[in-house]
């Protein structure tokens, strides 16, 4: 996931192997969106205004399923903050 601060959004993250974008916004919640492209992936992750590209070219073409973001427990990000490279 690719952490950002832009209107309402605060972080996406695209598995291109499933070709799912996931949007995650500042309410806590989040919208998966399938079959996109890597390239519509590429052109927003690098978006100068990701808020207003968000709204154009996914939120409008995509139907998203909803779902809750999973917060890492404190533990759980320290120990991926600290682990050996390759593990």
Avoid: C, H
């Amino acid at each position: 996931m690719k952490k950002i601060n832009a209107g309402k959004l605060r972080a996406i993250g695209y598995e291109a192997r499933t070709r799912v974008l996931r949007v995650e916004f500042d309410d806590g919640t989040a919208l998966d969106y399938s079959n996109v492209g890597a390239e519509l992936w590429r052109r927003f992750a690098n978006a100068g205004a990701p808020w207003s590209f968000y709204r154009d070219n996914i939120e409008e073409e995509f139907a998203g399923q909803r779902s809750r973001v999973q917060e890492k427990s404190t533990r759980a990000a320290l120990e991926d903050l600290f682990k050996a490279p390759g593990d």
